[in-house]
């Protein structure tokens, strides 16, 4: 449990307010904890560009069995997650259950997409293989020369736009203090134990505790001795938003297109988000002419019709990016200071747990057990390999 702080502080301060420092102030607060949160902009970051998928099968990939269990896991809070976030608001987040399309564009994407299906199978994470006219009739905006694919029972959506402004609002409804300014650093007391942050702007927000929540730039919080933090990179994904006057399809599509993965999310206002490049090119937040010309090339190839959607948006999101994919989550080795970042593909997803874990954590309880092995330092850094469809 975390001591009291001194008075009139909150009980935790929160460096960032993506949709993993919301999740976690919003737990927090439900949990009757006094929270502020410092982020010049909650909510504008990653989880803003980001397409909105839950999609624990889809993100499935060969090495990455204890992930894939976590990310079941955290698809289950989902559904009371959303109902409470929208009871505490009054509308709808846009949260959508309904199964995704996994498609493949040629025979050589179908024999990979084999492999990847038949190792999700391996491990507990089904899928139902269909013929390509199967695939069409689900959904005949699907091209005709697509190869064949599968519906992926579990894999859902919420739109992240409304996700983020709801906890904004759920938080602030929840008596969050958001503190509308740039961290400069952590404040550590006389005994080395974090008491609060301080803001670029110079103001001070002691607390009982502090959550470093950066997401990739989390790593980067000044006042931290060395090697305390996670190692979390960025790593860049374009992502373009469409608009329709009609809707041209309704379930999510992953696919295949020669190797590349591309999906598309269909949104009840009949938009359409399409993503996502995966680049390691560091601190990139330019929108580059080449990005944008492969995701609409991909997402043309699996379904023509988008040719006649209005382009309202291309944005660029750092993700942030972990060595082994997986986030860390927990305690770290500085008294009362927690870290929740390295989500890297899965933040909107995970959101919700890891509000869950740390006001878990700072209740002096031990964090939900499908995170065991997610904490703030891995012993054990796993080689990915990294392929398949992402
Ligand atoms: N969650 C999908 C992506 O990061 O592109």
Known sequence: MVDTPTHGAPDVAIAGGGVIGLACAWALARAGRT???????????????????????????FGEEDLTRLLLAAADRWPAFAAAIEEAVGRSIGYDASNTVVVASDVSDRAALDQLLAFRTSIGVPSQRLTASECRALVPALSPSICGGAEVPGDHHVDNRRLVDALVEACR????????????????????????LTTEGGARVPAGAVVAAMGWRTGQLLGVPDGVLP???????HVLRLRATAPLFERTIRGLVRGRACYLVARRDHSVVVGATVEEV???????????HSLLDDARALVPGIDELEL?????????????????????????LA???????????????????????????????????????RERQRDTGGAGLR
Request: charged share 20%; net charge negative; aromatic share 4%.
């Open 173 to 196: 409804l929840a008596g969050v203090d958001l503190v509308l300014d740039r961290v400069a650093r952590l404040d550590l007391d006389r005994a080395g134990t974090a008491a609060g």
């Open 35 to 61: 929270v502020a949160v410092v982020d010049p902009e909650p909510g504008r970051g990653a989880a803003w560009v980001a397409a909105g998928m839950l999609a624990p099968a889809n993100e499935a990939h």
């Open 339 to 377: 870290v929740a970042t390295g989500h890297f593909r899965n933040g909107v997803l995970l959101a919700p747990i890891t509000g869950e874990a740390i006001a878990a954590l700072v209740a002096g309880e031990d964090q939900p057990t499908d995170l065991a092995g997610f904490g703030a330092r």
């Open 312 to 336: 309202v948006e291309c944005s660029v999101g750092l993700r942030p990016g972990s060595p082994d994919n997986a986030p860390f989550v927990g305690w770290t080795e500085i008294s009362r």
């Open 231 to 237: 190692e979390v990179r960025p790593v860049k994904g």
């Open 282 to 292: 560091g601190d990139d937040l330019r929108v580059q002419a080449g990005a944008v």
